[in-house]
T-cell receptor, first 113, second 115 residues
Framework: GAVVSQHPSWVICKSGTSVKIECRSL??????MFWYRQFPKQSLMLMAT?????????EQGVEKDKFLINHASLTLSTLTVTSAHPEDSSFYIC?????????FGPGTRLLVL | AQSVTQLGSHVSVSEGALVLLRCNYS??????LFWYVQYPNQGLQLLLK??????LVKGINGFEAEFKKSETSFHLTKPSAHMSDAAEYFC?????????????FGKGTMLLVSP
């Protein structure tokens, strides 16, 4: 139980384009999901908290207009990186909260050329 | 504010040896504590968690951790390392606010297992 999927697992895009990443809780409903970013050999950095049916809460320093988050249902949250640039290249990981525990997706590696 | 300190960015053990990964936390309220494992290019997998009750917590793959309030520690152990245990391990403490819990992670410890 408590499986979280992400799609796509990796994506390469040109600078200036937008990329959408999906995060799904497969066998449970999640009112709250989280989006993290991880740089090589570093820990996870929380970007934003996504609540179903309401606006996301962004961490300090994260541009909300660049990283658009939509949590339209209890099993799906999406992160859209708008007008991506090479510095946005990273490993993006989502998690879904059930009870007091976060379950993580497998991650999406984004490379912006 | 909560914080997590993992001592040692890398820990090397031989196959069959004891694994000890250290985690100390600071929290203004009774903490919920977690250990996650990350294999290369993958997400995080929950190993074990402490919320309330028994302070010795058993997790998957033979790992266990003991919550010691007096030492503000939650060290992860495994009696006998296996090659497949080589991975990055993250300790985390949760904070409850605005109706949900968020996690604060340590910087991670890479476990290296040699034959």
């Amino acid at each position: 139980g408590a499986v979280v999927s992400q799609h796509p697992s990796w994506v390469i895009c040109k600078s200036g384009t937008s990329v959408k990443i999906e995060c799904r809780s497969l066998d449970f409903q999640a009112t709250t999901m989280f989006w993290y970013r991880q740089f090589p050999k570093q820990s996870l950095m929380l970007m934003a908290t996504s609540n179903e049916g309401s606006k996301a809460t962004y961490e300090q320093g994260v541009e909300k207009d660049k990283f658009l988050i939509n949590h339209a249902s209890l099993t799906l949250s999406t992160l859209t990186v708008t007008s991506a640039h090479p510095e946005d290249s990273s490993f993006y990981i989502c998690s879904a909260l059930t009870g007091e525990t976060q379950y993580f997706g497998p991650g999406t590696r984004l490379l912006v050329l | 504010a909560q914080s997590v300190t993992q001592l040692g960015s890398h820990v090397s053990v031989s196959e069959g040896a004891l694994v000890l990964l250290r985690c100390n936390y600071s929290s203004s309220v009774p903490p919920y504590l977690f250990w996650y494992v990350q294999y290369p290019n993958q997400g995080l997998q929950l190993l074990l968690k402490y919320t309330t009750g028994a302070t010795l917590v058993k997790g998957i793959n033979g790992f266990e951790a003991e919550f010691k309030k007096s030492e503000t520690s939650f060290h992860l152990t495994k009696p006998s390392a296996h090659m497949s245990d080589a991975a990055e391990y993250f300790c985390a403490v949760s904070r409850y606010s605005s109706g949900y819990s968020t996690l604060t992670f340590g910087k991670g410890t890479m476990l290296l297992v040699s034959p």
